[in-house]
């Protein structure tokens, strides 16, 4: 699930409307957002399609509510007690040497850590002298902890620290959750990106021009006109039918 980032205005102005007319406020929005989150995390069961719908469209709106919602779109605790951070954090020794490094380095440049909620995320990197270090020394233990559980299985790559970091951001404040839901995203939703080669994704990948075909033929055509359609595009689209109907 992708959470909409907000963009707002400078000063708190409203923003223009395509009409001419005045929008409400980002703020304004954001409110609304949280108290339609809320409601649903009020309710038993939580509807959590339509929540993910809302934190893809309009976001969640704030970061008490993502800290509730998080754990609910990964369904941490649904099929077993989730673990807590620090079982993570002991398991990091299990993660190579080599692999272990590149994650500490990773994490160590990322722009996505915020150690107090009152600074930026853009925050230094120093382990010793601010929140935001002490931060950053976590979130590599618990990638580390989370991917080496997980040998042969997960493989570390270069980009998800930086989801990690979101998670983190969310999470950490009032959970004790990073952890897991690291390893829930890790072993679901980005489990072709953490098999070790680029197979799996380029697999995916190849998906793309039948589906774009089948969604909107004008634009496949601009993609990929024959006189330059190389072989990621050039396969024959399956027909609609075929694809409702669950086919290959």
Not at 27 to 41: F, V
């Amino acid at each position: 699930t992708h959470e909409r980032v907000h963009s707002r205005p400078p000063h708190g102005r409203p923003r223009a409307g395509s009409s001419g007319g005045a929008m409400t406020d980002s703020g304004d929005d954001d409110a609304a957002a949280a108290a339609a989150a809320e409601r649903m995390l009020a309710s038993d069961p939580i509807p959590v399609a339509a929540l993910a719908e809302l934190a893809r469209c309009r976001g969640l709106g704030s970061d008490a509510v993502r800290a509730r919602a998080w754990p609910a779109l990964l369904a941490l605790g649904a099929d077993r007690p989730a673990n807590g951070d620090d079982v993570y954090e002991r398991r990091a020794s299990s993660l190579s040497r080599k692999d272990a490094n590149q994650v500490t380095l990773d994490v160590n440049r990322s722009h996505w850590i915020r150690g107090d909620p009152a600074l930026s995320p853009l925050s230094p990197v120093s382990q010793t002298t601010n929140p935001s270090g002490q931060a950053r020394a976590k979130l590599a233990r618990l990638i580390q902890g989370v991917v080496g559980s997980h040998a042969g299985r997960s493989h570390y790559y270069q980009g998800l620290h930086d989801v990690a970091a979101i998670l983190q951001t969310a999470l950490a404040p009032t959970t004790d959750l990073t952890g897991a839901a690291i390893e829930r995203l890790t072993l679901g939703h980005l489990r072709d990106c953490v098999q070790g080669g680029l197979g799996a994704v380029m697999d995916t990948l190849r998906l793309l021009p039948h589906l774009i075909a089948v969604a909107d033929p004008e634009l496949h055509a601009a993609l990929f006109p024959p006189s330059n359609r190389s072989s990621f595009g050039a396969a024959k689209p399956p027909a609609t039918d075929s694809i409702a109907a669950g086919g290959d």
